[in-house]
C-alpha cells in the first residue's frame, strides 16, 4: 500500500525545488535554475515537461554567453579605441 502522505511530501517537494528554479530565473541565474532542472530530469527521466525546461534553459544559457562573449569584445573594442583616441590628442 502507497502511503499518501509521502506521495504528497514527494510532490510537495519537487515544487518546491521547481519554485526555486523558477525564482532563480525570474533573478536572472539561469545556470542555477538548469541545475536544479536538470536534477529534476535525472530523479524523474519519464517526466517530458522536465526534459523541455531543460533544454529551452540550455539554450537560453548559451544564448547569455554568447552575449556576455559580445559585451565582453565590445568593452575591449572601447577600451582600444580610447587609447587610440588620447594618441591622437598628444600628437
Not at 9 to 16: H, W
Not at 31 to 56: C, F, K, M, S
Amino acid at each position: 500500500m502507497r502511503d499518501s502522505s509521502r506521495d504528497d511530501n514527494d510532490s510537495t517537494s519537487e515544487l518546491a525545488t521547481q519554485t526555486l528554479a523558477e525564482i532563480y530565473l525570474s533573478q536572472g541565474h539561469t545556470e542555477e535554475a538548469l541545475t536544479i532542472y536538470r536534477r529534476l530530469h535525472e530523479n524523474a527521466p519519464d517526466e517530458e515537461i522536465l526534459l523541455r525546461r531543460v533544454r529551452v534553459l540550455e539554450q537560453r544559457l548559451e544564448r547569455e554567453r554568447h552575449e556576455q562573449r559580445c559585451i565582453d569584445k565590445l568593452d575591449r573594442l572601447k577600451r582600444l579605441l580610447r587609447r587610440v583616441q588620447r594618441r591622437r590628442n598628444r600628437a
